[in-house]
């Protein structure tokens, strides 16, 4: 029998030719595999060395409470995890677990205690010095974060944060010091983590020190400007000063959902995942879209620029990175539905989906969907900057003795979301690789709690800050080895 089709007459399909089952995993050879911490974390020692307190110094309950007037001893940040004294230790822990890449921050505090010096704190960039050389050593790529949330307390206090322009300046000079500083040690960078959370989270975001009630949208888009600005100037820098190095941009990845196929609810969607991919279209692409300036016409918002400004944001990154851990649903009109809770940012609860202890919604499927929807907006490379599940953890005795923790349902939710970068990548995006978030346990961001674990290594520190800081491989560690090792291939089991 002969079937016709787009006008040609084909013999129908036999048996052998049927969709063969797919044989081989199709992580790229070179993908970087790894994991991922922030220095105001985890590093504590916060104010060693010359070091200067940043914004998380005073921030002891994360973007849940309100800021002290000075760092204070229930902040479990002042200590975090002591990587600052234990990073050797730490990096080759982590190398066990065969990581490629290893995604950290430099603390600017500890290179410009206040932020807005001419000359840098020495033993400052020593400390981050030693902290590479441990992870080529042990054969890793360092990717460093410029500025994780950890603002200098002083630019904060005293400028405001990015509302000033002169933060530009400041910014300016951090990088081409740490550049210039690590050029043979560091080639992946990202500018600002999150860069969106400005609009939620203005102090943690951007060092705004006014408090968020205060701030128009004028004035966080007018901040979120600036922070464009250094942005591409970081970029330019970077390509001059270290030839072949790649800078990325940095966004929280939640995208919305439709409540129901509601044209107005899709038109909400529409708007909502604006909000998220504005940040990525102006430094990915190079120009504020169009429609953001004419919602800015709208609402009466002028940005100040100045002259130069526009040619400066034509340096575009070179990947696009992000954090993923849910997915959110929105509508024309959320009130009628239940609220759900998120990372910086929530919308209305998908009823089809379970939710961690934290109720942030657990959608494996929506980071294939994130990484298709940057995917077909830019044609770059993506890297999933952060994933990962917060869970409390028990501590018990494992087989050889040793405490662990068998946290099967860490080792599920990386798996599931795995098989979905897998299929991202099957489905033609180029990925170049996934970090697992707080790879190690470190303190929370939104809540600073320890108890919110996210790591393939357990450490011994409590909310209360007892414990004895003793470090511990949880079942996921072997688990995630494996994948590792052999590239995605022992997901299947
Ligand atoms: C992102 C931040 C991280 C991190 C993570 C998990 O928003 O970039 O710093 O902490 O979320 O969030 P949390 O620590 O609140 O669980």
């Given at each position: ?5 787009g ?6 399909p ?6 063969k089952?797919?044989?081989?995993m199709s992580f790229p ?10 220095a ?20 002891p ?13 229930s ?8 990587f ?10 982590l190398?066990?677990m ?6 950290l ?8 205690p206040?932020?807005?010096e ?5 033993a ?30 002083y630019l904060?206090?005293?400028?405001d ?12 000079r951090?990088c ?29 975001g ?6 968020k ?17 250094a ?15 790649k ?12 409540m ?19 940040f990525?279209?102006?430094q ?9 300036r004419?919602?800015?016409?709208r609402e ?13 944001l ?25 609220k ?28 294939r ?13 993506l ?8 869970a409390v953890?028990?501590l ?5 003795g040793?405490?662990?923790v068998q946290?099967?349902?860490r080792i ?9 970068v ?17 790879c190690?346990?470190l ?33 996921s ?10 590239n995605?291939?022992?997901l299947?089991?």
């Amino acid at each position: 029998m002969l079937w016709l089709r787009g006008g040609v007459l084909r013999t129908p399909p036999q048996p052998h030719q049927k969709k063969k089952e797919k044989a081989k995993m199709s992580f790229p050879k070179n993908f970087l595999w790894g994991g991922a911490i922030a220095a105001n974390q985890c590093e504590g020692a916060w104010n060693e060395d010359g070091k200067g307190p940043s914004i998380q110094d005073v921030m002891p309950r994360g973007v849940m409470g309100p800021v002290s007037d000075q760092p204070e001893a229930s902040n479990l940040k002042l200590v975090g995890i002591d990587f600052y004294h234990r990073y050797e230790d730490d990096i080759r822990l982590l190398a066990g677990m065969g990581f490629k890449i290893f995604r950290l921050s430099i603390a600017w505090s500890r290179i410009f205690p206040r932020g807005d010096e001419e000359e840098p704190n020495e033993a400052g960039l020593a400390f981050y010095d030693k902290v590479f050389d441990a992870c080529l050593r042990y054969g890793m790529e360092p990717l460093v974060t410029l500025s994780h949330y950890e603002t200098p307390l002083y630019l904060a206090q005293h400028y405001d944060g990015w509302r000033d322009r002169r933060l530009i300046g400041f910014f300016e000079r951090y990088c081409r010091t740490v550049f210039s500083r690590y050029r043979d040690k560091v080639k992946y960078w990202i500018t600002f983590n999150e860069i969106n959370a400005i609009m939620n989270f203005p102090l943690m975001g951007a060092g705004i020190w006014t408090p968020k009630e205060k701030l128009t949208l004028q004035d966080k888009y007018q901040a979120a400007h600036h922070e464009f600005v250094a942005s591409a100037l970081a970029t330019k820098l970077l390509h001059e000063m270290i030839p072949g190095a790649k800078m990325g941009c940095m966004v929280l990845g939640a995208l919305s959902y439709p409540m129901t196929p509601k044209p107005e609810d899709m038109i909400a969607m529409m708007e909502a995942d604006r909000n998220v991919m504005f940040f990525s279209d102006v430094q990915a692409r190079g120009y504020y879209p169009s429609y953001i300036r004419k919602r800015w016409e709208r609402e009466g918002i002028e940005i100040h620029m100045e002259p130069g400004d526009e040619e400066l944001l034509k340096n575009t990154v070179d990947y696009i990175s992000f954090s993923y851990y849910m997915s959110k649903c929105t509508a024309a009109d959320c009130s009628q539905y239940q609220k759900g809770a998120g990372n910086l940012t929530s919308g209305v609860k998908n009823p089809y989906l379970k939710e961690s202890e934290w109720g942030w919604q657990i959608d494996p499927q929506g980071l294939r969907y994130t990484l298709n929807y940057f995917y077909d907006r830019y044609q770059k490379p993506l890297f999933v900057a952060e994933n990962g599940l917060g869970a409390v953890d028990q501590l018990t005795e494992g087989p050889d003795g040793q405490p662990t923790v068998q946290d099967d349902y860490r080792i599920a939710y990386l798996r599931d979301h795995l098989l979905e970068v897998e299929k991202a990548v099957e489905d033609g995006v180029d990925v170049m690789g996934y970090a697992a978030w707080g790879c190690i346990d470190l303190v929370s961001a939104s809540s600073a709690q320890l108890k919110k674990r996210y790591g393939f290594i357990y450490v011994d520190r409590n909310d209360d800050g007892t414990g004895t800081l003793a470090r511990y491989k949880k079942k996921s560690y072997d688990w995630y080895r494996r994948v590792i090792e052999t590239n995605g291939e022992s997901l299947k089991e």
